[in-house]
């Protein structure tokens, strides 16, 4: 039998901790409990959410990771959530331009 991984946090990249069932139910609890994205509802509007995201970010703390909180979200919203912690602006367009005025091309218009 494999000896058992007892120091996740030690020993396997971040992203391999979203693989373990402990995770799978946890996020699985967090859709059950909020099942509308938490973004789209501040907007005022109604839409499934279908990823359990930490709010605040992780950022690679095990702890946090296991017992932070977290917040439901849709796709889209996390997809911008992501965009706006790895690089501080959105990439959603409308009519060919970026809508976040913090999107460098924004900037330069300025």
Not at 51 to 65: E, L, R, S, V, W
Not at 84 to 105: A, E, I, L, Q
């Amino acid at each position: 039998m494999p000896a058992r991984n007892l120091a996740p946090a030690q020993t396997l990249p971040w992203r391999s901790w979203y693989s373990p069932q402990r995770w799978r139910t946890r996020a699985r609890h967090q859709l059950q409990v909020k099942p509308l994205c938490a973004l789209c509802e501040e907007q005022g509007r109604i839409v499934p959410a279908t990823i359990a995201d930490h709010h605040p970010p992780h950022k690679g703390d095990y702890t946090a990771f296991l017992f932070g909180p977290l917040r439901s979200l849709c796709c889209d919203c996390h997809q911008g959530q992501w965009a706006v912690d790895k690089r501080g602006y959105r990439d959603d367009v409308d009519d060919g331009f970026p809508t976040d005025s913090k999107h460098p091309f924004n900037r330069q218009r300025g």
